[in-house]
Every structure is written in C-alpha cells, then in structure tokens.
C-alpha cells in the first residue's frame, strides 16, 4: 500500500468556509434552495441562484447540493431505510468507494457533512482517480467489524472497474477479510450505480441510488462514530 500522506478531502479554505460566521450564512442560504427545490426547482440551478445572491464559493456551494434535498425525496427514503436488526443474518451490498472514502476522509479529519436524510457525506469527488492512504486500511477493517457486529451474513463490496486502483483495493478488503467471519464478495465491475440500484440492504450515501433502490442501510453514519469525526450541518 502507498505509504504516501495525503489529507483526503481536505479543502484550502474550509476553516474559513464552513465554520464559525460562514455556518450562519449556510444556513440562510439553504434555506432558501430548499424552498425553491419544494417547489419544483432543479437543486443546481437552485444553488446556483442562492450561491451567487450569497456570494458563496464553489465549495460551499457544493456542500449544500449534497446536504439539502426536498421533501419528497427525504420521505421516500426514510421509508426505504433500514433498522440494524432487520439486517441480522442479511446480505449488504455496498458501494465500496463511496463508503471507504467517506472513512477516509473521517480519519483524515477533513471536511464531512451532516445530509437532511441522516448520511454522511464528503466533498472529495473521485473523477476516476484513487490511490490507497494511510486512512485505507484503518477504513476497511471499521466497515469489517462493524458488520460482524451487526451479524451480517455476507457483504457483497462493489468497486468501480475505471477508478485506478480498484484491483489494489480489492486485494486490500480481501486481506483484512481474512480476520472476520462475514462472508465476502468483492466485485470490480463498470456500472455500479445501475447494479447497486436494483438491490436490497444498500449500503451508500449516493443520493441517486439512494432513491432508487429497494432499501438501504445508514452504515456509514454508524461507522463515522468509531472515528471521533464531527460533521458539519449546513442547514
């Protein structure tokens, strides 16, 4: 594994932009892409309205896409979430980046975010490029105890065949796997959104999936409390 120290997810300004006065101003302003969302309003032309009216950075910006979602949307998927004992004896099938590097970026004490629908997400964003930290191992071995606790039966981890890396990592969970007695199923294929969409017993924060799977679990919620991280809430 690269022994390389890289912050994940970490943003230039962030101190400045999420905390102390800048939190007032998120919050006013999500206050008001979440009313234009209730009524009908695509959430980036949204932000993008609200960003410029608040002088918001890109980042900020950003930030309120992936926090704020409508109504409507909140709803169907607390009804599709579910309860860990519902899990007991389960199959979970998770989008393996998207959860590692949420992680990651907890260890790593960088910029994390407090969602309207009760996930945890970051602002890091992947664009095909991955490569293993310090923080990767660590990761994998909360997911690991986490679902032996949970008594999950198997985890199925899907990992995206074009991000670099995604063999190096599928050897790393299989290693760490060793040491658990949750069956494992690691799978590097092209479009795991489209396949994570059809199943049950999700485990992701991508909002996209979110609504159109059949259910889902908040592991990464769980997970992020083993870490000491604190997320931010913008709204």
Same mark, same amino acid.
């Given at each position: 594994?690269?022994?390389?120290?890289?912050?994940?997810?970490?943003?230039?300004?962030?101190?400045?932009?999420?905390?102390?006065?800048?939190?007032?101003?998120?919050?006013?302003?999500?206050?008001?892409?979440?009313?234009?969302?209730?009524?009908?309003?695509?959430?980036?032309?949204?932000?993008?309205?609200?960003?410029?009216?608040?002088?918001?950075?890109?980042?900020?910006?950003?930030?309120?896409?992936?926090?704020?979602?409508?109504?409507?949307?909140?709803?169907?998927?607390?009804?599709?979430?579910?309860?860990?004992?519902?899990?007991?004896?389960?199959?979970?099938?998770?989008?393996?980046?998207?959860?590692?590097?949420?992680?990651?970026?907890?260890?790593?004490?960088?910029?994390?975010?407090?969602?309207?629908?009760?996930?945890?997400?970051?602002?890091?964003?992947?664009?095909?490029?991955?490569?293993?930290?310090?923080?990767? @191992?660590?990761?994998?071995?909360? *997911?690991?105890?986490?679902?032996?606790? $949970?008594?999950?039966? %198997?985890?199925? /981890?899907? =990992?995206?065949?074009?991000?670099?890396?995604?063999?190096?990592?599928?050897?790393?969970?299989?290693?760490?796997?060793?040491?658990?007695?949750?069956?494992?199923?690691?799978?590097?294929?092209?479009?795991?959104?489209?396949?994570? @969409?059809?199943?049950?017993?999700? *485990?992701?924060?991508?909002?996209?999936? $979110?609504?159109?799977? %059949?259910?889902? /679990?908040? =592991?990464?919620?769980?997970?992020?409390?083993?870490?000491?991280?604190?997320?931010?809430?913008?709204?």
């Amino acid at each position: 594994m690269e022994n390389k120290q890289l912050k994940r997810g970490s943003g230039a300004h962030d101190e400045k932009e999420f905390y102390g006065e800048s939190i007032d101003k998120l919050r006013k302003a999500a206050e008001h892409i979440r009313y234009l969302i209730n009524e009908g309003y695509d959430i980036k032309g949204a932000s993008v309205f609200v960003g410029n009216h608040f002088l918001l950075s890109e980042r900020q910006r950003l930030a309120l896409v992936r926090s704020i979602s409508p109504d409507e949307k909140l709803y169907l998927r607390r009804e599709k979430e579910c309860a860990a004992d519902e899990l007991v004896g389960k199959t979970v099938y998770i989008d393996g980046f998207n959860t590692i590097i949420t992680l990651e970026i907890a260890l790593c004490r960088s910029l994390l975010l407090r969602c309207m629908d009760g996930t945890i997400r970051d602002l890091a964003g992947l664009r095909g490029t991955y490569r293993l930290i310090n923080e990767t @191992q660590k990761s994998v071995e909360i *997911i690991a105890g986490m679902l032996e606790q $949970l008594k999950i039966k %198997k985890a199925v /981890f899907y =990992l995206d065949a074009p991000v670099s890396n995604s063999g190096r990592l599928k050897s790393l969970i299989e290693n760490i796997w060793e040491n658990h007695n949750t069956k494992l199923d690691v799978n590097v294929i092209n479009d795991v959104d489209k396949t994570l @969409q059809e199943k049950e017993c999700v *485990i992701t924060s991508d909002a996209i999936i $979110l609504d159109k799977c %059949k259910s889902w /679990f908040n =592991l990464i919620s769980l997970c992020i409390e083993k870490t000491e991280a604190v997320p931010v809430k913008v709204w």
